[in-house]
């Protein structure tokens, strides 16, 4: 039990995240755990998706945990996003390289554009990965806000709102959000609106 392996090095909630090779195969798990340990809560990044509406109710707070990991989430979809958009100039800057070329060479098929190609096969990877390890933090958000908050929930709404809340709020009749009210809805059914 003593023994100290690399993977016990990965987890070590030190500073930034180890970028030691664990053992085990986890990687992806042993790095999420030790990247949510090493965010302090002077880091956390509150949530800015909009105010409490009327038909909300609070139900809680984010825990720390939850709080680490709504910020690495923040973070990721940053990176992806900053990404999509470095891969969107190169594939367009290339594209311009190609049709600069057709035109200097006399070729001018404007009618016969094609699709960028992709520049690397490993940039596009690397996205991927990314994308989809942004997907399964998301996913682990939500999750964890259900496994924490979910006895709460009104028929299944949760929300996170500023200052680390969470939110459920009822169904509304013809799919409304509490934004938008049917005329007359609330005015005995005449057709004045409210």
């Known amino acids: 039990m003593g023994k100290t392996t690399e993977t016990d090095e990965v987890l070590a909630p030190a500073g930034d995240p180890v970028e030691t090779e664990p053992t085990t195969g986890l990687r992806f798990i042993a790095w999420l755990l030790s990247t949510i340990a090493a965010i302090t809560p002077d880091e956390f990044e509150e949530p800015k998706d909009g105010q409490e509406q009327l038909f909300e109710e609070i139900v809680g707070e984010m825990p720390t945990d939850l709080r680490a990991l709504y910020t690495l989430w923040q973070r990721e979809r940053r990176v992806v996003n900053r ?37 690397s096969s490993r940039a596009s990877t690397e996205l991927a990965i990314r994308q989809h390890r942004l997907e399964v933090i998301k996913d682990l958000f939500w999750h964890e806000i259900r496994e924490a908050f979910g006895k709460y929930a009104r028929d299944g709404n949760m929300a996170v709102r500023p200052e680390f809340r969470v939110v459920t709020w009822p169904d509304f009749p013809f799919g409304m959000r509490g934004d938008v009210v049917p005329p007359g809805m609330f005015t005995g059914g005449g057709s004045d609106g409210l």
């Open 83 to 119: 990404m999509i958009t470095q891969e969107t100039i190169a594939l367009l800057e290339k594209q311009i390289i190609k049709l600069k070329s057709a035109a200097e060479a006399g070729e001018n098929d404007e009618g016969e554009m094609q699709a960028p190609e992709l520049v």
